[in-house]
């Protein structure tokens, strides 16, 4: 029966952690997701890349100057691009 205490011991540490999980977003997740909509893999989100892929994806609501908007939001730098640190922050902000 002393086996049965550690194992429940182990059960409780579980729960813990989903409970206090932080609400930030997983990075991992996060750059799987970014280099999904980066098409052509340069490290940034263009406003066509973003809107083809949410096309693929069956949301044909997102056209190119929706995309623009919604990269926009996010775009620090202002350069019309969005790069995975934007992208992330993003993701934090709205977490
Ligand atoms: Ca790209
Ligand atoms: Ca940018």
Redesign the pocket.
Known sequence: MTLAFPYAANLTDVSRYQEGADPVADIEEARRAFER??????????AA?FSSVMAQLGDFHVTEPVAEAVIAAKDTNKDK?LSFDEFWTSLNKNA
Do not use: A, N, R
């Open positions: 909509f980066d098409v052509d893999g340069d490290g940034y989100i263009t890349e691009l």
